[in-house]
């Protein structure tokens, strides 16, 4: 690799990078399954995020809710998404029904 090549790659820090989106919609998922859209106003080093404009969302993206500014607890995230209009979800494959076993058709011998 040369010089170059490693300026180009900095690292940074999750918590650099949300915050660089300040002021801009994000998508966060939590744990339990609920969803919420709205600008990040705040996020601190545990992840705990305020949000403005917030609105409950489902999965396809109908709103729910419409909350104004929340507070999100950084041990309940799942994902934040710093690109909404991106995000999709699909439907999990459904799993496959056993199979019935064969009619087992019984013949029965006339008796003589």
């Keep these: 690799m040369t010089q170059t090549s490693k300026a180009q790659y900095r690292a940074v820090h999750p918590i650099d990078y949300l ?17 919420y859209m709205g600008k990040l106003k705040v996020i601190d080093p545990s992840m705990n995020i ?21 507070f999100i607890r950084g041990s309940n995230l799942l994902f934040v998404s710093t690109e909404p209009d991106k995000v999709t979800f699909f439907e999990p494959d459904q ?16 008796e003589e």
């Design 50 to 70: 305020v949000l403005s404009e917030t609105k409950e969302v489902t999965e396809t993206s109908k709103v729910v809710a419409i909350l104004g500014d929340v």
């Design 19 to 35: 915050r660089s989106y300040s002021g801009k919609s994000v998508l966060i998922k939590l744990k339990d399954g609920s969803e």
């Design 95 to 110: 799993p496959k029904q056993p199979e019935a076993p064969p009619n087992q058709s019984t013949t029965e011998e006339e």
